[in-house]
């Protein structure tokens, strides 16, 4: 096949990944043009919509009033493409890049939406459960925390077929759990560490079910 062939044919492949992170992005750009064509206070009210209307608010679950009807169920998608800023932003994106383009080399398309779908959810869930207080949550990391819980468990299951050591395994765990307490104290525990539980969790427990691409045909150079 061509270069250019090869192009289209992973570009394509990856439609969906694109699709996601450029609706993130251009979320924030939007909100970040705002901030330097608009007043400051005009820019602060337009985000502060934009997150009374798409962030995940924990008291929507209980007996909050919602903004419009359906929000109760709408934030559990919409949240995920909300940041917190630029920087938020690129850390999520940058790591959405990387991890999706492993998920779907192994389950394809629809398998990357389903992980990413469901650990949204998930993290979402969790959140809403664990939350301490009535703050709302944006962002992709629950989602992102799936993909990775379902690649872990994934790693699992090739380790434990060719009788390798598990410890690495282990060892990423442990790796995730430092990270997110390493940034939770670093934020001054403004870290949705609940949402990134209850992603991880659900990409996981998702992961053993979808049909997955064999191992070699992976490995295969593109």
């Known amino acids: 096949m061509s270069e250019a062939g090869s192009g289209t044919r992973s570009l394509r492949e990856r439609g969906a990944l694109v699709a996601i992170l450029a609706a993130c992005v251009l979320v924030e750009a939007a909100l970040q043009l705002a901030g330097l064509t608009a007043s400051p206070a005009y820019a602060g009210l337009l ?31 919409s949240y995920a493409f909300l940041h917190g800023g630029l920087v938020h932003l690129a850390m999520n994106m940058l790591t959405l890049w990387s991890l999706g383009r492993e998920v779907i080399a192994r389950v394809g398309q629809r398998g990357f939406l389903a992980i990413y779908a469901v650990s949204a959810v998930g993290g979402a869930l969790v959140y809403g459960w664990l939350a301490p207080g009535p703050q709302p949550m944006v962002g992709a990391s629950g989602a992102l925390f799936g993909l990775a819980g379902a690649m872990l468990m994934w790693n699992l299951g090739d380790r434990a077929e060719r009788r390798m050591a598990l410890m690495p395994v282990a060892q990423a765990v442990m790796l995730l759990i430092g990270i997110n307490a390493v940034m939770w104290w670093a934020m001054q525990g403004q870290l949705a560490w609940q949402t990134h539980l209850g992603g991880a969790l659900a990409g996981a427990l998702l992961a053993p079910f979808l049909p997955r691409r064999p191992l070699a045909e992976e490995e295969e150079p593109g």
């Open 47 to 77: 985000r502060q919509t934009a997150y009374e209307y798409g962030a995940f608010w924990p008291g929507l679950l209980r007996d909050w009033q919602p903004n419009y009807p359906g929000q109760p169920l709408t934030m559990f998608a």
